[in-house]
Each structure stands twice: as structure tokens, then as C-alpha cells.
């Protein structure tokens, strides 16, 4: 990926107006930031969410509050928790997230 043409910058990402997503159960609210091509966000997830679809978008995701459940369309399932991390790229393996407690993360896609 090639970063271009964003000036240095910071954000209050209390600031950014929140965007809420409903999904299977649960709702999750977006704060975005586009940066060209180049989205990135701060998501809070509801406790019970669960996603409505499987996502086949690239991400790079950091957990930084709570526990979020990623399972995979072949299966395979994972657990972030604060502090870690997963990146997947765009098209390659269909995913989706649900979280019993809530979670709040930092994505970049």
C-alpha cells in the first residue's frame, strides 16, 4: 500500500460524528476518517452483537477494549483481546465478528 498525500495530522476521535450499523443482533457505531483510499475507524461494539454478513474486506484490526469472536467462513475461530491484533486482505478469507461483553477497535481498511 502506498500512503500519499495526507498531511500530518491528528484526531479527537470524540469528535468524529458517530455512524451506527445494525447487525444480526446488536448495533455497531463507527466513528470514520478517509484518508484517499484509505478508511479508518474506531468501532464500538453493542454486548450481543453479532454481524449480518460475511465480510470479504481487507482490514488491519486492533482490539483495544473487550473481547471480539472472528470466525471465519471455513471454520476457524479467534479471540481478540485487548491488545492484539488480525489483518486479512481484501477477498481472501470471509469473516465475521460478534462479541458477548462488547468491544471497541481501531480498523484500518
Given amino acids: ?3 500519499s498525500d495526507i ?7 470524540s469528535s468524529i460524528e458517530p455512524t ?3 447487525g444480526e443482533t446488536g448495533v455497531a457505531t463507527w466513528r ?4 484517499g483510499v484509505i478508511r479508518v475507524r474506531m468501532v ?6 453479532m ?7 481487507g482490514h488491519i484490526l486492533l482490539c483495544l477494549k473487550g473481547e471480539l469472536n472472528t470466525e471465519l467462513k471455513d471454520g ?4 481478540l483481546k485487548p ?6 486482505a481484501d477477498n481472501a478469507e470471509p469473516h465475521r465478528s460478534s462479541t458477548r461483553e462488547g468491544a471497541t477497535l481501531f480498523i484500518v481498511d
Avoid: L
Wanted: some cysteine.
Fill in 32 to 35: 470514520t476518517q478517509n484518508f
Fill in 51 to 57: 454481524a449480518d454478513h460475511w465480510c470479504s474486506k
Fill in 7 to 13: 498531511p500530518f495530522g491528528t484526531t479527537d476521535w
Fill in 1 to 3: 500500500m502506498q500512503m
Fill in 20 to 22: 451506527e450499523h445494525k
Fill in 83 to 88: 491488545g492484539t491484533s488480525y489483518q486479512v
Fill in 76 to 79: 476457524r475461530k479467534f479471540i
Fill in 44 to 49: 464500538e461494539y453493542s454486548p450481543g452483537y
